[in-house]
Nanobody
Framework: QLQLVESGGGLVQPGGSLRLSCAASGFTLDYYAIGWFRQAPGKEREGVSCISSSSVRTYYADSVKGRFTISRDNAKNTVYLQMNSLKPEDTAVYYC????????????????????WGQGTQVTVSS
């Protein structure tokens, strides 16, 4: 059974850092593009970042560019989202998602592009 599990969320003060992990089980991530999304209360789910299966291409939403870094370790079957300089507006449930693709240099941060989703991890940025 294909499964994605996010971890690493929590409560952090403004300006702090967190590293989220997205671990896959039941399949290997080698041919999957991975996206990170977030959803704040009362808001639609929005794309944060994505990474292609080959790691050649990454993409970031303007709101996180320069603060967040996505990476992947296929040997560990895990994708990471390093979040620095966190702001209260980053507070949300963060989800990772995967889609199988033969195009190794492509990723898209649109929810409809992804087939598999994790359950999410809460990130709260507050003093």
């Amino acid at each position: 059974q294909l499964q994605l599990v996010e971890s690493g969320g929590g409560l952090v003060q403004p300006g702090g850092s967190l590293r989220l992990s997205c671990a896959a089980s039941g399949f290997t991530l080698d041919y999957y593009a991975i996206g990170w999304f977030r959803q704040a209360p009362g808001k639609e789910r929005e794309g944060v970042s994505c990474i292609s299966s080959s790691s050649v291409r990454t993409y970031y939403a303007d709101s996180v560019k320069g603060r967040f870094t996505i990476s992947r370790d296929n040997a560990k079957n895990t994708v990471y989202l390093q979040m620095n300089s966190l702001k209260p507006e980053d507070t949300a449930v963060y989800y990772c998602a995967a889609t199988h693709t033969t195009v190794q240099a492509m990723c898209v941060i649109q929810t409809v592009w992804y087939d598999y989703w994790g359950q999410g991890t809460q990130v709260t940025v507050s003093s």
